[in-house]
């Protein structure tokens, strides 16, 4: 029969007979491509079949336009003339929109017909979404073949994908989709129906599709010289739900030898292969009153069906059942019509179709992902090679930046990861990304997205990463994100991100330098704070300490200088004893333990902050540090490097902070405070709590303390007192109320502690409490004794008013007249700018100190000095 099928294919090829004339019949929900045709040329109507050809452009992304060459092929159909050719990538898939649950017959014809000149004959793979369909071995049929499948999608939309298997390059002349009934052609669960052959009994050349085949099923005629054929002109009943062209049943094979036997062989390649066979019968001979036609059909020597009578003039089919395991031993099959003993008649058969079984074993990915995936792709623009086809299987296959959960194959698998980073995204975040609902990893940094950080990616279950750094985005970033439990959030290199009425840092940036700027969740604007605290320090401190500060120091741009790059991680306690050198050298005490001085990886320096054991408060400080850095990345918050958690040992390993805290910068005692403000509120801003790293950058340290708001409207929390006596807020002392102004406060005296250097509480003064005290001093006008002595006057005076009012007004006993903390950042910055552009008496020392203000603005603050 393969025989018969390559010289039909051939002549139809290259003869090209139909003579159908054209009527116009309800085509719906065909779809008929004529590949590699310009769209400029497209559609246009067939003239034989009356079937409209559409470019395939709209239908695949990637490809070449190629045309066969004229010299080597003769062709006489037009779509065959046009093809698409595969160059680039190893899948390129076509997608198309299909019914859910309809039985499509799905076509794709190919012509090689030396399109690129190499006169070699492609051969590539066929994969219906994450399934092979079939080898196209173009080679071993002359360059020319079709190949069509019975399929039922189970999704929405179904790809066709061309998979490049060796050197050759893919292609494809036309692809063709045809609905069914459903009730026919039906095959077991996950599996398919590949189209063997298809023919009907007549001696002519003749190829039978649309319109004379409802569906467009191609029929090849079939003949055997041996065979005796029969025609009617009579019209037959083809009405059985299988409806096969009248010109197939209107003619039928006979042929008797001497056993009463008409035989019909053929091979298949595979012989594991179960197969399925589709017989049409109708009775086209007029049967006299002694006369009977009866026969047994028999498969590979076994009863298949019979004894057998076909009806007059009226089709009869049969049929394998969906679960057939029929196989051809040897991959040698062989159908029997065997006349029965009261016969009169040879057997007589039609029309018949032979198809094997595919297998089709994995599932899709979840239709829901790939439609949301779809969506982000387009939405973006992004074309990338390998986003084609199912975007999780096969595993070969996997789109890049992606990761699926793929735990067996009849489960559809399900995105986990989505890594768009440096994709040249625009645009807003995408709310499809809601419907990717397994996503545990969300990568969207370094791109130009705009607009606000959607609240929905809070209401991911499976989120655990979102990075969103180095975007453009804008607006309040979310409440419940924040507070969102095992979330690691980085929203770093965001200028106009909001954190609550204020900018999360007013920054513009210097040209030429792009540089990460602010991020975290809760602490934004409490980072700005510290950005402004380092400026504080560098202003004051460094100019205390000018005799001993050399040139070089410091001269890097800060922030282009990375943090810990380390993963954040659980270490064992083992591990931190040999990091640590078995605790060798202490760095200083802390209010929950000691801290250590260790390296992890053998060389980058770490603090390990080891919660002693008698502590009673130790361990829920201790989650509560871990939950918030653990989500928490920004240059002004002290970077967790990791934890080591065993019964009672807690540890917290930190990046080390050079240059200790600010207090003992400042005055070389212990511990320095923090500022804080909004969502989070710090509660123990203290001089001791922020630190410094080589370059005098500010970090806030010590989250213990730290307690989010649990959403936006809610603006003050009951709770226990805790803090550092004298940078607590009195108001907060006397009403248990904490709200964002009692950081306010806090950090008020750490301002007040920069300018005079004096301790917090000292019982000799006038007054011990340093707010009190100051506010004494300036009733007095005694500026002179407000600032630190070692600063020698060298600052404006304008500016130390305009420190101490605002430190003054953070003080104040009533936190409802207090600033908020963007207020306080906004203030801050201009009195620094009004300083560093100042002209400085002591020259030296002011291009100094300058140059270190204006480089620790770097990414913050517009340098006025140079
Ligand atoms: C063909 O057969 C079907 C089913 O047996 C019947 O319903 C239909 O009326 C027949 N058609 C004609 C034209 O006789
Ligand atoms: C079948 O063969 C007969 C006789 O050769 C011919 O008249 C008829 O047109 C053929 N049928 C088709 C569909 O070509
Ligand atoms: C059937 O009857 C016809 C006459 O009506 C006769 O010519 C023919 O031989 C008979 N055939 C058989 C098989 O008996
Ligand atoms: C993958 O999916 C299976 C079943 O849906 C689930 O049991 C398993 O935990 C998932 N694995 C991961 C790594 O998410
Ligand atoms: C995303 O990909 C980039 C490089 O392509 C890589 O550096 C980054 O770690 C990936 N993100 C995640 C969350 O794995
Ligand atoms: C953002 O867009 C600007 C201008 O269109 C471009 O220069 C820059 O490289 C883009 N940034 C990223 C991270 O894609
Ligand atoms: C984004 O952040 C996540 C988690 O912090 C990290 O794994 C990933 O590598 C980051 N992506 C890039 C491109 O740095
Ligand atoms: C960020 O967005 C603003 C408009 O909202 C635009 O003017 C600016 O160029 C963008 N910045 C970058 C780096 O793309
Ligand atoms: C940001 O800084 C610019 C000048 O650099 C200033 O005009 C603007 O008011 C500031 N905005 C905020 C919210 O601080």
Known sequence: MGRYLHGVLCAFVFTFALLHNVQAQDEKGFITLDCGLLPDGSPYVDSSTGLTFTSDASFVESGKNGRVDKDSVRIVEKALVTLRYFPDGERNCYNLKVTQGTNYLIRAFFLYGNYDGFNTNPNFDLFLGPNKWTTVDLDATAGVKYEEIIHMSRLSSLQICLVKTGTTT????????????????????????KLLSRSYANSSSRILRYPDDVYDRWWLPLVDTKWNVVTTTLSVNTSNGYDPPQGAMTSAATYVNDNGRLDIPWSLEDSTARFHIYLHFAEIQTLLANETREFNVLLNGKVFNGPYSPKKLKIDTMITKPESTLRCERGICLLQLVKTTKSTLPPLINAMETFTVVEF????????????????????GLSRISWQGDPCVPKKFLWAGLNCNNTDSSTPPTITSLNLSSSG??????????????LQELDLSNNNLTGAVPGFLADMKSLLVINLSGNNLSGQLPQKLLEKKGLKLNTEGNPKLLCTEGSCENKSRESGHPKKSIVVPVVASVASLFVVATALVLFFVLKRKKSSKTKESGRTPRSSEPPIITKKKKFTYEEVTEMTNNFERILGKGGFGMVYHGYVNGKEPVAVKVVSQASNHGHKQFKAEVDLLLRVHHKNLVSLVGYCEKGNDLALVYEYMANGDLKEILSGLEYLHKGCRPPIVHRDVKTANILLNEHFQAKLADFGLSRSFSNEGESHVSTVVAGTLGYLD??????????????????????????????????SRETPYIAEWVGLMVTKGDIRNITDPSLNGDYHSDSVWRFVELAMTC????????????????ELIQCLTFENSRGGTSRDLDSKSSRQVSMTFGTDVNPTAR
């Open 730 to 763: 009195p108001d907060y002392y006397n009403t248990n109320w904490l709200t964002e102004k009692s950081d306010v406060y806090s950090f008020g005296v750490v301002l007040l502690e920069i300018i005079t250097n004096l301790p917090v509480i000292d019982q």
């Open 425 to 438: 995204l625009t645009d807003i975040i995408m709310p499809a990304i809601l419907h990717l609902t397994n």
């Open 811 to 826: 003080v104040n006993a009533s936190s409802a007249s207090r600033p908020t903390m963007s207020q306080v950042v906004v």
């Open 170 to 193: 893919p292609m494809i002349s036309t692809l063709e989709l045809r609905p069914l009934r459903s009730d026919i052609y039906i095959s077991s669960t996950g599996s398919s129906l």
């Open 361 to 380: 074993p994995q599932s899709e990915t979840n239709q829901d992902e790939v439609i949301a995936i779809k969506k982000i792709q387009s939405a973006y």
